[in-house]
């Protein structure tokens, strides 16, 4: 959820961590979430309607299930 106040929080229970997820966030030319120092993902973001789509974030994840996380991209969509 991305609030008013540039806060943002949400639960990724499949993704790299099973718990709540927040920090804030800010807007350019790319839309930012920032989770703390030197912890940043950037989405290209588009609003259609009642859904809001951030795609294009670089984040690690340990897709081989080896404990160690390889380059992917993350993709997010929020529904109103």
Same mark, same amino acid.
């Given at each position: 959820m991305l609030n008013f106040d540039q806060t943002f929080g949400f639960t990724c229970a499949q993704c790299w961590s099973d718990k709540l997820i927040g920090g804030t966030w800010s807007v350019t030319d790319v839309l930012t979430l920032s989770m703390g120092t030197n912890n940043e993902m950037q989405?290209? @973001?588009? !609003?259609?309607? &009642?859904? !809001? @789509? !951030?795609? #294009? @974030?670089?984040r690690d994840y340990d897709f081989n &299930?080896?404990?160690? #996380?390889?380059p992917g991209k993350l993709n997010i969509t929020l529904a109103r």
């Open positions: 989405f290209d @973001a588009t !609003l259609s309607g &009642n859904s !809001l @789509a !951030l795609t #294009g @974030a670089d &299930n080896d404990g160690k #996380g390889e």
